[in-house]
């Protein structure tokens, strides 16, 4: 069972808006990443995190910011939503060699 | 940037019926990981493979890492309508994950 949860599962916005999707794990895990998903599309990588403090740019930042204080909790904020902003955000975490627990995602809308 | 293409990119066939599906790229991966996605949820992961000729089997699934560690082949006999859904490849090179175009399939009952 995936120990991994991110909410809010579905946010409608205004563009110009901050928001925050949030993204815990109980498992202890170390590496954690954030990755965008248009809908039956492939997964794009937007951040990642090998431990506390540690936080690395993927190849789709997407005008985000992410944080590391903790293990169990991944933030990612979007300081200024825009309409090219919606899609769907994956949570992960992993240990050893795959990618073994995703979130069930956030599916956001920007208006 | 690692890209994996998969193919076909759609899929639509009677349950009962044989099919694979398709994981290609250019890159060599550590290893290889095969995800199904049922709409509005995450991917569940449904195999590792790490050595280059691995083949593995889960029921009615097959997986094959090809030799030289570039390619991988998902295999499902006797479909149920049960395997619907998004499935995903992903390599693995230097602690990052590289994902696949995705191949979508849907049995038909």
């Known amino acids: 069972e995936a120990d991994i949860y991110q909410t809010p599962r579905y946010l409608v916005i205004g563009t110009g808006k901050k928001i925050t999707l949030e993204c815990s794990q109980t498992?202890?895990?170390?590496?954690m990443y954030w990755y965008q998903q248009d809908p039956g599309m492939e997964l794009h990588l937007i951040h990642y995190s090998y431990g506390v403090n540690s936080t690395e740019k993927g190849d789709l930042s997407s005008e985000s910011t992410v944080s590391r204080i903790r293990t169990e909790h991944f933030p990612l904020t979007l300081e200024s939503a825009r309409p090219s902003h919606t899609s769907q955000y994956l949570c992960?975490?992993?240990?050893?060699?795959?990618?073994?627990?995703f979130g069930a995602g956030t599916r956001l809308s920007v208006l | 940037t690692q890209l994996l293409e998969q193919s076909p990119q759609f899929l639509s066939i009677q349950e009962g019926e044989n099919l694979t599906v398709y994981c290609n790229s250019s890159?060599?991966?550590?290893?290889l990981q095969w995800y199904r996605q049922e709409p509005g949820e995450g991917p569940v992961l449904l195999v590792t493979?790490?050595?280059?000729?691995e083949v593995k089997k889960l029921k009615r699934l097959t997986f094959q890492f090809g030799d030289a560690r570039k390619d991988s082949s998902l295999h499902i006999t006797a479909a149920q309508t049960g395997d619907t859904g998004l499935y995903l490849c992903?390599?693995?090179?230097?602690?990052?994950?590289?994902f696949g175009t995705g191949t979508s399939l849907t049995v038909i009952p």
């Open positions: 493979v790490v050595t280059g000729g």
């Open positions: 498992m202890g895990h170390d590496k």
């Open positions: 890159s060599v991966f550590s290893s």
């Open positions: 992903a390599g693995e090179s230097g602690n990052q994950f590289y």
């Open positions: 992960a975490s992993s240990v050893g060699k795959s990618i073994q627990y």
